[in-house]
């Protein structure tokens, strides 16, 4: 008897011991579903991202971040130009797509023949820069009208005593971005006023080519976004532009305030609405471009958004939900 009181006493500490182990294996389940739903959980798959070459370096540090927090999840990011990325994001090839101008009206088109539902987030601003090799010491300042004189297709080729008395009977050789780009359409809009450019321009949607050839040649003039020329300063020269106040050269503070004009602007990513929905490394991605949008803008030489701006873009992202 006292063996088997023994034995009793065994079995009903066994039951105990299972049945709490039971209770913790169905708490911690619960919480693994929680976590599975929210901030912190590790996600896999690809994000496709293409379009504007100026926003290629936010974009491109965004990623590399990105990636640290999120190993298993693959992004590409192109750079075919805003023109390009809107036609590939039309195609349904790309979740987002970068732009440094808004969207046109027929693209808008594109995109509701195709069913595809979008949202424009704004990330920064740019300045757009019109610089000159470094060994140019004539050229101080350039007015709208002389920036326009010089860029338009007159039928015969310029030399920079044509846009100013007193400058070298040279003529000027010019380096553009593409003509898929954001940064072209944005200066053939506001400089060209949608006339022809000069033809005799070298074309390029790798900014990096442009800068190459302005610093190469001594009676080049080039235009593209403000980090580049940054990351570029030591090797060329920036060209004050005089809005109708007097010249200004762009900077953050005259990028943010707007006194750079009429050459400051804002850059955007565009989203796929159906894959935000969809696919949760998207929406991940997104979440987390939007939330460090303006550290990583200032870091390769932009100029950040005031706050208020990222938190109504956070909310934006929330409603396609």
Same mark, same amino acid.
């Given at each position: !008897? ?10 009903? !500490? !066994? ?39 100026? #926003?290629?370096?936010? !974009? ?7 990636? &640290?927090?999120?190993?298993?999840? *693959? ?9 390009? $990325? %809107? *036609? +590939?994001?039309? &195609? ?9 101008r808004p969207i046109k009206d027929e693209e808008k ?8 539902? /979008?949202?424009? @987030? ?18 101080? =300042?350039?007015t709208v009208d002389e920036l326009r004189k010089m ?14 008395? $007193? ?6 050789? /010019?380096? +553009? ?22 033809? +005799? ?9 442009? #800068?190459?050839? #302005? ?8 235009? @593209?976004?403000?980090? /580049? ?14 809005? $109708? ?6 900077? =953050? ?14 850059? %955007? ?40 701006? /990222?938190?109504?873009?956070?909310? +934006?992202?929330?409603?396609? *939900?």
């Open positions: !008897m006292k063996k088997l009181s023994q034995f009793a006493v065994i079995v009903l !500490m !066994m039951l105990v011991i299972n049945a709490c182990g039971n209770g913790d294996n169905n708490n911690a389940g619960g919480n693994n579903n929680n976590n599975g739903g929210g901030g912190g959980a590790q996600l896999s798959g690809n994000v496709k991202v293409d379009g504007s070459s100026t #926003v290629y370096p936010i !974009m491109e540090a965004v990623v590399e971040e990105y990636g &640290a927090e999120q190993p298993d999840v *693959k992004v590409s990011v192109g750079s075919s130009g805003t023109g390009g $990325g %809107f *036609k +590939s994001f039309a &195609a349904g090839e790309t979740d987002l797509t970068n732009a440094s088109q594109q995109l509701q023949t195709k069913g595809i539902d /979008y949202t424009e @987030f704004r990330l920064a601003f740019d300045g757009l820069s019109v610089v000159v090799n470094k060994d140019n010491d004539w050229v101080d =300042h350039l860029w338009l297709e007159t039928g015969s080729p310029k030399k920079w005593s044509d846009i100013r008395k $007193g400058w070298p009977d040279q003529e000027i050789k /010019y380096y +553009s971005p593409g003509t898929d780009s954001g940064t072209f359409d944005y200066f053939n809009e506001v400089i060209l006023e949608d006339k022809p450019m000069v033809e +005799s321009a070298t074309l390029s949607e790798d900014d990096n080519i442009l #800068v190459q050839g #302005v610093r190469g040649d001594k009676n080049s003039i080039g235009y @593209f976004g403000f980090a /580049y020329y940054l990351e570029n300063k030591d090797d060329i020269k920036v060209v004050p532009i005089d809005g $109708g106040k007097g010249p200004v050269e762009p900077s =953050h503070d005259t990028i943010q305030s707007g006194e750079y004009s009429p050459l400051s602007r804002p850059l %955007f990513v565009y989203a796929s609405n159906k894959a935000v929905k969809e696919k949760k490394e998207v929406n991940d991605f997104l979440r987390f471009t939007l939330e460090n949008a303006g550290e990583f803008s200032e870091d390769v030489g932009y100029v950040r958004l005031p706050d208020d701006e /990222y938190k109504k873009d956070i909310q +934006s992202l929330e409603a396609i *939900k």
